[in-house]
């Protein structure tokens, strides 16, 4: 399988740092040693300069999820996967972005996640400059555990986007560099979509990091 070759190769580069040789925007795409792209070894460009594969914002017309991260990813075929050796890949390669693990067993009476809810329930999404990516996920603490394992995230911003990501129902992840509140809630949809609907924001909550 061409995955399981990369992987091994990519293990044997595990300590060869990423190539930054200065250059003008956009910033060349991170290469592995042995002159190994990441675009050659993912399928995509996952890395910093493009948001992880979302690198519209996602209040611009024909900006699209950069992947999925959930119990269902047969339901998403046309999304890059947080799963299985791509999750393998990720951990070994030096992209800031790693899948989530699996909670420990929560006690009686867990703690807070170290989260502090800034707005919900709102019709609109947060829109900023410290835009990191963004994605899908089944639920909010799906969200959270994304923020939790995105370099230099402090802030997430689940919601649904209705009519928006090809119509599918899931949760929309779009994860920043600081936290915010409700006054940056301003991407309302309003986009219209191909096959003539417009999208609109509902159940809008933000989750600041502590």
Known sequence: MRLTSLFITVAALFFVSVSSAP?????????????????????????????????????????????????HPE???????????????????PLGFHCPKPPPPQPPNPPSD?????????????????????????????????CNRVEGCAFANSYHDVNGKDGSTQLTCSLWGSCHDATTATNTGGQTQPDGSVNYIRESDGWCKA
């Not at 999404?125 to 963004?134: E, H, K, P, R, V």
């Open 23 to 71: 250059a003008p925007e956009p910033a060349p795409e991170p290469v592995l040693g042995r002159g190994i792209s990441i675009t050659n070894l993912l399928g995509v460009d996952f890395s910093p300069r493009t948001h992880y594969n979302a690198p519209l914002e996602p209040w611009k017309a024909g900006a699209r999820p950069g992947w999925y991260f959930g119990a």
């Open 75 to 93: 339901r998403h075929p046309k999304l890059f996967c947080l799963v299985g050796l791509i999750c393998r890949l990720l951990d070994l390669l």
């Open 114 to 146: 170290g989260y502090t809810q800034t707005f919900s329930n709102l019709t609109g999404a947060t829109q900023a400059g410290d835009y990191l990516t963004f994605g899908l996920v089944d639920t909010v603490a799906d969200c959270k555990a994304m």
